[in-house]
Structures are given as C-alpha cells and as structure tokens.
C-alpha cells in the first residue's frame, strides 16, 4: 500500500518553506449577516375611564422592570416603540388592590404588517374594556402634519367635530368627521399652522360641548386625538388624549378651572378666613372643619389663611401657589396658632372600579408619630401589620386602593398598641376617601383626637 500522508504532508512542507515571507495570507470571508426583520412601529393609550392603571404585553412576555409598559394610568400612552412585524398577541392586565393583577383584555392576536404605525387602545369601561387597533402608513409628507381622530368617550354621544382656523364660524364650517363612540376618522394632513377642536352635538353646530382654545400643529407632527371622558374638574363632557410620538398628553377645554378647598386643622386657631390675591375664598371656617371644593381660574395666586375678619393678620401665606386648569387641590391649615403651617395636596379624585381609594393626613400635632392600620371589624391589631407605619406629624399617605367593605381603621403610637383614633368605616367600590387626622377640639369638653372627613365619606 502506497503511503501518501507522508508524501503530502513532506509536500504541503516544502510549500511553506518556499513562499514569500511577504506575501499576504489568505483570509476566509464572514458569511453574510441575515437581514434585520421587517419591524412595525407601535403606540399604547389607555383610554378607560374608570379601569385601573395597566400593564401591556406582547407575546406572552411581561415588559421589564421600567418599561413604559407597566402602570399606564388612564390617559396615558407610550411613545413610539419598534416590534418585529407578523403575528402578534397583545394582553392588558390591570393592577388592582393588594399589589395583584386582573385581566382586562385576555391574549388577543394581531397582525402588524412592516412600516406600519399602529395604535393600540384600551376602549370602553372597566365592565366592557376592548382592545381597539388603529393601522396607518408609518410616514409623514414632508412639510405637512397629521392627525387621526378617535371617538373613545363611552360616556359621551355620537358628535361632530370641527378642526378649523382659530375662531372660525362654526356654522358656515363642516366637521372633518362625525363619530359615535369607538369610530374613528382616517388620517388627515393639513399643513403646520394654528388650529381650533371644537366638538359639538350631531347636526348643532352651536351646541359646543368642548372648545381645545387656539393649539398649534407642527411640520412633521402625526397625532392620534382620542376624545375620552372628562374626569378633571372641566364641566366639559371629553377632553382629549394626545399621542405623539413621544408619549401621551392631554388638551382640556379651554374654560377648564382648577378646584380647591380648605381644611381648618389647626385646634387654637379660632374660626379663619382663606384669601387670594386679597379676594375671599372661604370665610369663617372652624376647627375641625373642611370647605367644599371652589372653582377658580387657573394660575398663579397668593393665599392667604387669616382670622376672621381680620385681612391684616397673616397667619399662613402661600404666596405664589400655582392652581393648574383641570387639577383639584386640598389646603391643610396644620399645627398649633404659634407654629401653624399649610399642606398643600393635589387630589386625585377618579373614581376606579373594583377598588377604593384611600389617603389618610397625619394633621395632629399632639399625637407624635403613628402606625396606621385598616383591619377587619374586631381584628387584634397586636396581631395585624399596619399599612403605613412610623407616619410622622405632616404626613400625607397618598391614596391607597383597597377593596371594597367594612373595616376598622386604627391610628395608634408608633410601634405601641395604645390607640389614639378608632372607626369603623365602609369603603364602597369606585369610592373615593380622605381623613385627615387631628388633634381634641379644645372647644368641646373630653373631645379626644379624630378625623376631618372628605369625599365619598361625606354623603
């Protein structure tokens, strides 16, 4: 038998001795990199009223720590986000009290086709939530802006909606479109420039039911405009849901106010008048007592909480205080006459359904700090976890969910069992609650430390 390896590899040899040391070795090419997928581009907007915020995910994998996926609040959206195209599933689960989820709208398959922009909306109430897919070209002409128009108000009836130069006479105008709840109208490009929403009843262009004021439309712009319900405090049925590109944001009504009230906590305060810029908003509050909420109009104000009849005598100025148009806020007068100081909260009073929203303020000063504890009527405390512990003088808790039913709330010394505060309290579903802690009213003989009551604990 032959013995060629010898022979080829004495071969192989001599070839390597005989090269070039200059010449350049040959290389093997990389093998071609795949293409990219094709990819669609995706926009969430939450638009149930009385469902609880959500996450949103796709293909059965739940979005990342940080992801504009989670905890998506009513009215709100995403910015522009890239998916491969194809076959796709979308879920939305809601977060409800105790910390769990529920959902809303279970696995539902979608088809996305490449260079497509796609809007997806949570439509409807919490008892009828659907997903709803809006599918256009994922470009802009150059030099013009783009809007597409949602009707997802299921609290509000079928409309025309006028999109027009600022001021122009509605009644010599044609609506762009005329909607019932969950139509839409195709896009439409107009050029940038200054415009006007108006909607009106079907057919009565002189029953306005929201005015958007002047708002400017910019090269390059692609909106989706989704009018929902109204829950700010506009008298306005809607407001409007922007997506562009870069999150959600919101236009009110042009005459939206902002809201406010007073809370009189101060125990040797005597009865007060709350001011602003020199005006009277509220006149002879006493202690332990809260105002109903007022409207006014939104900017900048300096209030001021001084006796009765007594302009001149400032005992809390909040010069400066900002009231933003559709926001309600609650002014706590705190602490004794000597030290007396103010709290300002904004209020988030949307009603959500399956839950109870609470929120509690430690406004008594003589009680140190707490732990405070909602429990089952008659559970041993001693054997319960307080939801909100070592709470300091000043405290605001922000609202809570919970679920709906009786309790007892127990406020007691921080890491003690000595209670300072005991009720029982009823919770109803969509319910929205505020307590404000306070000190014995020294006007009553034997008084001991209470609560302030506010919104749906008050009938």
Known sequence: MKKLFPVALMAAFMGLIGCDSSSTPATIPDAPSPPPPPTST??????????PAVNVSFNGFAPPA???????????????????????????????AGGTTTTLIPSTPATLAEGML??????????????????QSGTVTAGAARARILHAAPGAPAVDIFVTAPAADLTASMPIASLAFGEDAPPVEVAPGDYQIRVTLVGMPTMEVFDSGAITLNDGDDLLVAAVDNTTTSLAPITLAVLD?????EILDVATPANVRVVHASPDAGLVDVLADGGELFT??????????????AGTYDIAVTPADDPATVAIDLAGTTLNAGESYTVIALDVLATITALVSSDDLRPVAGESKVRLVHGAPAAGDVDIYLTAVGADISMETPIAAGVPFQADTGFG?????????????????NVAIAATITLAEGGV???????????????????????????
């Open 42 to 51: 995706v926009q969430v907007l939450h638009a149930v009223p009385d469902g």
């Open 66 to 96: 940080g992801s504009e996926l989670l905890a998506i609040d009513y009215k709100g959206g995403t910015s522009a986000f890239t998916v491969n195209s194809g076959d796709v599933t979308v879920q939305v689960d809601g977060l409800v």
């Open 118 to 135: 796609y809007h997806i909306v949570a439509i409807g109430d919490a008892a009828t939530v659907a997903p709803l897919v809006l599918a």
């Open 245 to 249: 590109g870069t999150g959600a944001s």
């Open 284 to 297: 002879d509050l006493a202690y332990p007592t809260a105002s109903m909420f007022m409207s006014v109009d």
């Open 401 to 417: 969910s919970f679920a709906s039913g009786m309790y007892d709330l127990t406020i007691t010394e921080t890491g003690t069992t």
């Open 433 to 459: 609650y505020t307590a404000v802690a306070r000190d014995p009213d020294p006007a009553v003989m034997m008084d001991t430390f209470g609560l302030i009551l506010m919104d749906d604990f008050v009938p």
